[in-house]
C-alpha cells in the first residue's frame, strides 16, 4: 500500500478538541498590512478597504479570499454604499417596522432576548415588495457582490435581517453561524469533521450600517482569526471560551455606509448599546452558495414580479450590465436545480436554465414584466413534482 503524501485531517471532532490554549494560539497574531497591500487601513487586526478604490477586480478577490480564510476571517468596506440608498431603504425598514408593531408582532432572535429589539425577517423579500426601486438601487451595489462573488462564485443567494438595536440593547452572546452554528450542541459531535470545515464556505456574512455607529452604540464584536480554530463549532458554548471571547473582542466604529463582511465561522456577537439616543439599525446580509440551503425561503418570482419594472428603467437610464446582473442575482433564484427533470430538461447543456437566466434574457430582450411572468410561470409549472 503506498504511503500517503500528506497529513490526514482528522475525521471527527469531540470536546478534547477544545482547548483554550489552542484556541489562544490560534488567535494571538497581528494582522500584516503587508499581507493586504489593497487594504487602506489595519483596525484592530481587521483590514479596511476602501470601496471606491480602484484595483484589478480578480486581485482584489483573491486577497478577500485569503482574508477571510486563514487571515483575519473578515473584513471592513467604509462608503461601501451611497447615503441617499441606505436613506431610502431606512425609511423602508422603518416603515415595515412599524406595521410590525402595528400588528403586535414580536420578532425573535437568535441570540439575544426576544422583544428587547426591532428585527425584520425576511428582508430582502419585504424590501423587494414593498419598495421595488428601491431594492433594485440597494443590490446594484457592486462592493456587496465584489465579496459575495469571491466568496461564494457568481450566482450568490442573498437574503437578509435588518436589526434595530435600541438604546440599553443588551450584548449577544458571541457565536459562529448558520449552517452549523445552529444545530444543537449535544449533534455537533455527529458531523464528520470535514463538514465543520465545509459549512463557513457555504454561507458569507455581512452588516451594512444605516447609520453611524460608534463604539457607544455596541457595533458587532469580533474575534479574529477565531474562524481557523476547527473545534470551533462545538467549543463557543463551553464557559471559558465565551469568557476568552469577552476578554479579546474587538469592535469597530462604523459609519453610515460601511460594511463589514466576515466569514460565518468567526466569532462574534453585537455588542451593547450603552447609548441613549442611537437607535443601531443594520441590515444583516446572509449570502449563501446556491450549493447550500438558505436559512430563509423567499418567494423569488414574487420579488422579480416587483422589481423587474424597475430593473428596466435602469437599463433604460443607461445603468450598467454588471450593476443590472448584481440585482438580478440578489433576486432570481440562481441555480437550476432542484427541479423536474421529466419536464425541465437539459438540452443543449448540463442543466436547464435558472430563474436568473431568465430574467437575463428577458432584459436583454427588452420584455415588459407580463411577457416575464408568463414565462416564469411556464417554468415554474416545469419545475414541479
Known amino acids: 500500500m503506498a504511503a500517503r503524501l500528506t497529513t490526514p485531517h482528522r475525521s471527527w471532532i469531540t470536546e478534547s478538541d ?35 478604490a480602484a484595483a484589478d477586480r480578480r486581485t482584489l478577490q483573491s486577497e478577500l479570499i485569503e482574508a477571510l480564510t486563514d487571515g483575519p476571517g473578515v473584513v471592513v468596506f467604509t462608503d461601501a454604499f451611497d447615503h441617499s440608498v441606505i436613506d431610502a431603504a431606512s425609511a423602508a425598514f422603518t416603515e415595515l417596522i412599524a406595521a410590525q408593531h402595528a400588528e403586535g408582532a414580536a ?30 438601487e440597494y443590490y446594484a451595489n457592486d462592493t456587496l457582490a465584489l465579496v459575495s462573488q469571491a466568496w461564494l462564485g457568481p450566482r450568490y443567494q442573498v437574503t437578509s435581517q435588518v436589526n434595530v438595536v435600541n438604546p440599553g ?35 458569507l456574512q455581512g452588516a451594512v450600517a444605516h447609520c453611524d455607529m460608534p463604539l457607544a452604540s455596541g457595533p458587532t464584536m ?14 463557543f458554548y463551553r464557559p471559558e471560551f465565551i469568557e476568552f471571547f469577552a476578554a479579546h473582542q474587538v469592535q469597530i466604529p462604523l459609519a453610515k455606509g460601511d460594511a463589514v463582511f466576515f466569514n460565518p465561522a468567526l466569532y462574534h456577537g453585537a455588542g451593547a448599546n450603552t447609548s441613549t439616543d442611537i437607535r443601531r439599525m443594520a441590515n444583516l446580509l446572509q449570502i449563501s452558495s446556491p450549493f447550500g440551503r438558505a436559512m430563509e425561503s423567499l418567494d423569488r418570482t414574487a420579488m422579480v414580479h416587483a422589481v423587474y419594472p424597475a430593473l428596466l428603467a435602469m437599463k433604460k437610464s443607461g445603468r450598467s450590465e454588471h450593476e443590472l446582473a448584481n440585482v438580478v442575482n440578489a433576486t432570481a433564484e440562481g441555480y437550476a436545480f432542484p427541479t423536474n427533470l421529466d419536464h425541465d430538461q437539459p438540452i ?10 431568465t430574467v437575463l434574457a428577458a432584459l436583454a430582450d427588452d420584455l415588459d414584466v407580463h411577457e416575464l411572468d408568463t414565462i416564469l410561470a411556464a417554468q415554474n409549472e416545469r419545475r414541479t413534482p
Do not use: M
Not at 425577517?121 to 414593498?130: E, R
Not at 443543449?348 to 437566466?357: E, H, K, N, R, T
Open 169 to 203: 440593547g443588551a450584548a449577544q452572546v458571541p457565536h459562529r453561524d448558520y449552517h452549523l452554528g445552529f444545530v444543537s450542541p449535544d449533534q455537533l459531535a455527529g458531523y464528520p469533521a470535514h463538514l465543520h470545515r465545509l459549512s463557513p464556505a457555504l454561507t
Open 107 to 136: 420578532a425573535g432572535d437568535h441570540f439575544g432576548k426576544a422583544g428587547a429589539n426591532d428585527r425584520i425577517w425576511n428582508a430582502a423579500q419585504k424590501l423587494a415588495l414593498h419598495s421595488p426601486a428601491v431594492f433594485a
Open 348 to 357: 443543449g447543456s448540463l442543466a436547464p436554465p435558472s430563474q436568473v437566466d
Open 222 to 235: 469580533l474575534l479574529p482569526y477565531s474562524q481557523r480554530f476547527e473545534a470551533g463549532y462545538i467549543a
Open 18 to 52: 477544545c482547548s483554550l490554549d489552542d484556541f489562544r494560539d490560534q488567535v494571538s497574531r497581528q494582522t500584516d498590512a503587508g499581507d493586504y497591500p489593497h487594504a487602506v487601513d489595519i483596525r484592530a487586526n481587521v483590514p479596511v478597504y476602501a470601496a471606491s
